[in-house]
């Protein structure tokens, strides 16, 4: 597996998404639009089969708990917009809100709580407060732990920090490309915040709130009546149709839905390429579980189910390709846990180290005990009430089931699966970058090659692509050279290419090349099929 990818590595690893036609900015043309992103011919691929094998180990597969017996998961789509009244049951009208501050000077904008602020003295023994602008905690610590230990910032924080901020520190400091915000102390102790490039100190608004959701209006007149929103989770359609699946299925407790689909955020500051985005796309289980009182009489707690899903969807992430030291398990700590969480099994985040967040780390998905608080407000809010119980015929009791989430993120996942894939390969001829991706996520699985286009070679090639594509992506390439023909291809991280030449016209054989070696090997023709099935999965 890749070593940590260098901070660095992120302007080549977007560089390579748009050259190669995996991700693009969403209306480039129009000079893009922030916090929207598309993805070409090879992220649509890679994306899908993230999805697919979850949508595959998950709801089509035959899952069993930690008591040995099998369990169901069952999918649903429901749709983006839904009644309002769902997110005001949910919570999302009243509390979906991030603080936001404004710098008046530099018009940018920043979410307060991704400031870490610390107290440090200054030189004249004023207290000055160091904030770490939109960086992770861990990344904040690192910077911060140098910091306290040396009284200054590290060597390679410098020069980019606003006029304001070298006047009190008499330095100039950048950590990591991100410059720092600064808060200063005045007399009484008010705390002056300092935007990115401000001149003067207090220039930033006070924190206000900002609901993420995206309104927009149904029907022909845009009053308050009619205004509805776009999902910001996926989670909502799955609690609501609680009963329909319960009714219409033969699903008995514990058991799943699951649900892959849009969501939408208004982030306050989308950065960091597709990890932070205004559109974006979730995969998501909702487990029911029994009431924990019903744990007692041989049944499960919701602290076994939790640390079920905790441990198999990290197994999940680590067995589609992301097995290395960039993969964490994260328990969160009590305070830091959702209102409707603070009673419950526990919450974790599973992260990866992207090259944005190193040395620390970024959320994946998080894995959550809900309680019964979704269901319980749906029930209330609905005027379901009671209905919306789950009748347990065996122990003959009606209860809100608790819930235990895993709660993905695929855009998330499609870019750690790059940031984890991208191979820089300066000793390789030819090849600048390799793409290592799983074979079960490569978007081409292989990859045909007539040595030249002549002599007989691209008729043989194109019955060999013909062949293996009913069973596999494959993709034939008769254009330029073999070398840069390769080059190619190790860039979309095709593990495998055949290439026929002189010899397979007389002797059978075709060359495979290893897309993570670059060795080559001489296979029969009529076993490519195998080959291919056998090294990449059917
Ligand atoms: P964060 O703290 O990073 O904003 P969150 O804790 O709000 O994330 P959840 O509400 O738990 O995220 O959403 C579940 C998953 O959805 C996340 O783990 C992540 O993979 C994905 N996700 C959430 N917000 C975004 C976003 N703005 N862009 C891309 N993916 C996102």
Not at 455 to 483: F, N, W
């Amino acid at each position: 597996m890749a070593d940590v990818a260098p901070t660095n590595s992120m302007d080549d690893i977007v560089a390579l998404c748009r050259r190669r036609g995996f991700i693009w900015q969403s209306s480039e043309i129009y000079g893009g639009i922030n916090g929207f992103w598309d993805y070409g011919p090879l992220g649509a691929e890679l994306k899908r089969n993230l999805r697919d094998a979850w949508w595959e180990d998950i709801v089509r597969a035959d899952l069993v708990g930690p008591d040995d017996k099998p369990f169901d998961v069952v999918g649903v789509d429901c749709t983006i917009i839904m009644n309002p009244k769902v997110w005001e049951a949910s919570g999302h009208v009243g509390g979906f809100n991030d603080p936001m501050v404004d710098d008046k000077e530099t018009k940018q904008r920043y979410r307060a709580d991704h400031m870490w602020v610390r107290e440090a003295q200054g030189e004249n023994g004023d207290s000055i407060f160091v904030a770490i602008q939109l960086g992770s905690e861990d990344e904040a610590m690192t910077a911060w732990n140098h910091y306290d230990q040396e009284n200054r910032l590290p060597d390679d924080i410098h020069n980019s920090l606003s006029k304001a901020v070298k006047k009190i520190l008499g330095g100039a400091y950048t950590f990591k490309d991100r410059p720092f915000t600064y808060l200063d102390v005045d007399d009484d102790q008010r705390i002056h915040v300092i935007g990115e490039s401000a001149s003067e100190a207090g220039t930033l608004t006070e924190p206000r709130m900002f609901n993420l959701m995206f309104e927009t209006f149904v029907g022909a007149i845009r009053d308050e009546e009619n205004k509805v929103y776009l999902r910001p989770e996926t989670a909502q359609g799955i609690f609501c149709n609680f009963n329909n699946v319960v009714d219409t299925q033969r699903v008995k407790a514990p058991f799943g839905i699951a649900q892959i689909g849009k969501a939408f955020r208004n982030e306050v500051t989308p950065r960091n390429f597709t990890f932070r985005s205004r559109e974006f796309e979730q995969m998501e289980i909702e487990f029911f579980i029994t009431h924990p009182d019903h744990a007692g009489d041989g049944g499960l707690t919701p602290s076994d189910w939790y640390a079920y899903w905790r441990d198999s969807r990290y197994a999940w992430w680590q067995s589609i390709g992301l097995a290395g030291d960039n993969l964490q398990l994260r328990e969160h700590d009590r305070d830091e846990l959702a209102h409707y969480a603070k009673d419950g099994a526990g919450t974790s985040d599973i992260e990866y180290r992207f090259p944005f967040t190193a040395p620390g780390f970024g959320e994946l998905e998080g894995v959550a005990h809900r309680t019964d608080f979704d269901l319980r407000q749906h029930a209330e809010h609905s005027g379901y009430g009671k209905k919306m119980q789950y009748f347990d015929q065996e122990r003959n009791a009606r209860y809100f089931p608790h819930v235990i989430e895993p709660s993905a993120g695929a855009d998330r996942g499609t870019l750690a699966l790059l940031c984890e894939a991208f191979t820089p390969t300066p000793d390789r001829q030819g090849s600048k970058y390799v793409m290592k991706f799983h074979p079960r996520m490569a978007p081409i699985k292989a990859a045909v090659f007539p040595l030249v286009n002549k002599d007989g070679m691209p008729e043989v090639a194109e019955s060999l692509y013909k062949e293996l594509r009913t069973d596999h992506p494959v993709q034939i390439d008769v254009k330029q050279s073999i070398g840069k023909r390769y080059a190619r291809m190790d860039e979309a991280g095709t593990p495998y290419c055949f290439t026929i030449d002189g010899d397979t016209l007389s002797d059978q054989t075709v060359t495979v090349r290893d897309r993570d070696t670059a060795a080559q090997e001489r296979i029969g023709i009529d076993k490519v099929g195998a080959f291919l099935t056998e090294k990449i999965g059917g």
